[in-house]
């Protein structure tokens, strides 16, 4: 008698990234065109919230829901505050606390996952039991934006900044085959799309005039006589200035030299503090994923193109849906080859 091949377990990992979590909504829409449905889900931060909505079967209000979001909806909805981050978030989760109705894990109709982060230890924490909503509610914490959860004992905060696309969590929960959709590849100014990100530091020019400047400087001596070779330029860092002391690089100029500085051009604004928390978050969330995927890939990754949209972007839901929708269209003939359906 011939034994029938059991079919693939099927794991989707919808990663971290704030408002450009609406791409997995599109994302899903394309899965579920191709009829490919995924046996459990894991999550991190809008990963979390769009997986835990999909597991209890709400996609289709999510999706109306965003839909209407208009930039003057999301202001009222992240109410600011100034305790433990600058949005408390409480309206957000009571709509979707309304929505869950007191679930737990367990009742949603598929196995699910969220990841946050053990703000004490930067332990990653599985939350695979107890109540949707504050699993939820710990995953989406970003530090500084978000007020962290107390849950059992220990206070989480976004599962981002230990593991932003949860390939490893699904791989826990028996998944043959993994799609993730990382929502962040692209989104640093000078990328290259189409390669790695230059992780070397830069060397900025010094302007002709400072640098003529400096070089006068370091020719004198002690005694005031001049020196016969120049000094050469310091080193400087991205943003213009100098080392301090302590991390000046080794090499010639990088230590004892004049205070070369380079200003900034006179139409260039200063980051605002939002402008600067976003950017950081972008950074930390880019390299902690290509870390964790380089260890713990998925079987495919699924990566849209949305480095233009900015992680309080909530009302731009139709675009980033569009683009989660055609990402996976374009790995379709991957993901069938995947799961042998070709």
Not at 188 to 205: Q, S
Request: hydrophobic letters at 45%; proline letters at 7%; aromatic letters at 6%.
């Amino acid at each position: 008698m011939m034994n029938r091949r059991r079919p693939k377990r099927v794991g989707l990992v919808l990663g971290g990234g704030a408002a450009r979590g609406w791409a997995h909504i599109g994302a899903i829409r394309a899965l579920e065109e191709a009829g490919i449905k995924p046996d459990v889900v894991c999550g991190t931060s809008i990963g979390a919230l769009v997986g835990a909505v999909y597991a209890n079967g709400d996609l289709d209000w999510l999706e109306n829901w965003v839909g209407k979001l208009t930039w003057q909806t999301v202001v009222r909805l992240l109410d600011l505050r100034f305790s433990g981050g600058l949005l408390g978030g409480r309206k957000v989760i009571d709509l979707f606390a309304h929505q869950f109705n007191g679930r737990s894990i367990d009742d949603l109709k598929l196995p699910f996952t969220a990841v946050a982060t053990e703000l004490d230890t930067g332990r990653e924490v599985w939350l695979r039991e107890g109540g949707v909503v504050d699993a939820v509610r710990a995953s989406i914490a970003i530090p500084g934006i978000f007020t962290p959860i107390w849950h059992d004992g220990v206070w989480l905060v976004d599962g981002g900044l230990s593991n932003p696309v949860p390939v490893s969590a699904a791989r826990a929960m028996r998944a043959d085959t993994v799609i993730a959709i990382d929502l962040n590849h692209d989104i640093l100014n000078g990328r290259d799309l189409g390669g790695a990100i230059d992780t070397m530091p830069r060397e900025l020019p010094v302007e002709p005039s400072d640098a003529a400047t400096a070089a006068a400087a370091a020719s004198h001596g002690a005694n005031g006589a001049e020196s016969t070779e120049a000094a050469p330029e310091p080193l400087l860092r991205r943003n213009g200035k100098r080392f301090p002391r302590w991390l000046q690089p080794a090499g010639p100029g990088a230590a004892g030299g004049p205070d070369v500085r380079v200003a900034p051009p006179p139409s260039t604004r200063v980051p605002s503090v939002l402008s600067s928390v976003a950017q950081s978050i972008d950074i930390m969330q880019v390299r902690i994923t290509r870390s964790r995927l380089a260890g713990e890939p998925a079987d495919v990754l699924i990566q849209p193109r949305l480095g233009g949209m900015g992680i309080f972007d909530f009302h731009r839901a139709g675009p980033a849906m569009e683009e989660g929708r055609a990402a996976v269209q374009y790995m379709m003939p991957a993901i069938k080859a995947q799961l042998g359906l070709d």
